[in-house]
């Protein structure tokens, strides 16, 4: 009975490693090179060919390579009682809301001002920050610590969610108060599971219910936001401009309008990159539990979506 | 009797406006329109002409209009007898630390890197962090504070001072233990007083004692670093860039190397800025106080230097 890692265009070395670091005599097969597909009992996907799936006739578990599962979920040939688990790891919130921190800050203190005032030797001590008023949008753990680690900071932070909440730390607006949260706000932060609900959900009439010059940070998905509406809500002034680092195709394609628009920062799906290192243990324990029929770890409730 | 306002090259009507609306009824004069010297008795500085304070007869005290008082310190004309009193302002400190955050996460997550990658549209998903262990020196408010909110945020951080310190909530190295708080760290933070002992501390001896590219963020005074050595260190390795807020010569001068120098990252002095409408209570707090020979708060200790 084996393992088996399926995430083209990556090198699965690392994961091998990791993984026989905890359970030296684990067997694991790594696709395209699977010769023995009956023997594979657990999959460990990341944007796995759709449809791949149905090769293994004795498959008992999937695991995602990531946090996120949307990649899985979307694919019809995963069969609906198949249970998924995903990673949960410290290290990738700490990555993610590092790099939330540093956009926030990079557009309250007005970084790329200051980068542009170096290259022409202009001086210019005049309003040195934007006064900024946080929202997130996705509030579980992701979302969660963004808001904490800033709140500590001695930010302004409100959070948005699907939900109603009955009691949260910070001022929480629920999909129904969406003008609401977005008047109260102007630095915009995706931290949303990808669901049907949130697909596209930053588009051209969420930005237009912005106050003028919001400043929007995706981290969570490329299908959260309709790209070509993306530049018009910037050339319109509802937003001010943009760091992202997720697309609707990754790698981001070359003739991409985003890559010459000064106005979006761009980094290549690098905010939260999950630690091998970290991960193993959790999927070595999920792999011994699916074997000794025992209730799995982070396990995904597949109607939240994560 | 009146306070004088001597603050040449910038715009003292937002001080005025403050300070008014603390107390509508105060006598203000203005450098260099003071037409009654004798009237003076409080003179609120930042980068007074040298040896000007002989003008006044009848002055008893001196604010300075920021955190700094080197600038004050530093002038031979001052009476050793005279009191100095400071802007001491939790604004000054949210914004330093933000500043220094901000640096910290831009070099750990390597914002210069991405940028270039964009301009070239490079998609590279390796090693997207810099693993960073933040030394501070100076570790009183503002270090204190910069300590804590990276600490909070799960970064390894260590402080040095010149005093020894019998309890510290972080590793704590004192002047003899340059070198080993040196060995510790690959982000050096200056934020130390300006004073005799420190002046000229950032180095080529101290670059040469740092592990291989460190970086250097410099919020303190321009005066700190020798600015000659700066691009050499560079360019032998021991430092890897810096971000720079503060400048030996100020507006930094059309021809300084360090504006065409792209591993050195320039802010025209804003890390911090005195808010007027924070620091005017305090200052006219001790005009009362002096007026009425009561304690002074914020009081500068000449031999501290701060």
Known sequence: M?????????????????????DPEIKIQVYPEIQHPEEVEMALLWQHPRGYLKTFPNLKLISSLGAGVDHILSDPAVPDSMPIVRIVDEKLTWSMTNYVVMGVLNFHRQLTRYQKDQKR????????????RVG???????GGDVLDKLNYMGFDVVG?????????????????????????????VCLLPLTPDTEGILNKNLFEKCQKGTFLINV????????????????EGYLSGALLD???VEPLPEEHPFWEESRIQLTPHIASVTNPTAAAPQIIENFKRMKSNQALINLVNRDRGY
Request: aromatic letters at 12%; glycine letters at 6%.
């Open 2 to 22: 084996s393992l088996a890692i399926i995430s083209p265009g990556r090198n699965p070395q690392i994961w091998i490693d990791a993984l026989r670091k905890y």
């Open 121 to 132: 030797k202009v001086w210019d001590m005049t309003n040195p920050e934007i006064p900024v």
């Open 136 to 142: 997130v949008m996705g509030v579980g753990a992701l």
């Open 160 to 188: 948005f969610g699907f939900s109603e909440k009955e009691s949260f730390p910070y001022p929480y607006f629920s999909k129904k108060q969406l003008q609401e949260f977005l008047d109260n706000i102007n630095v915009l």
């Open 220 to 235: 969570a998905r490329g299908k959260h936001l309709v790209e070509e509406d993306l530049i018009p809500a910037i050339d």
């Open 246 to 248: 997720v697309y609707r």
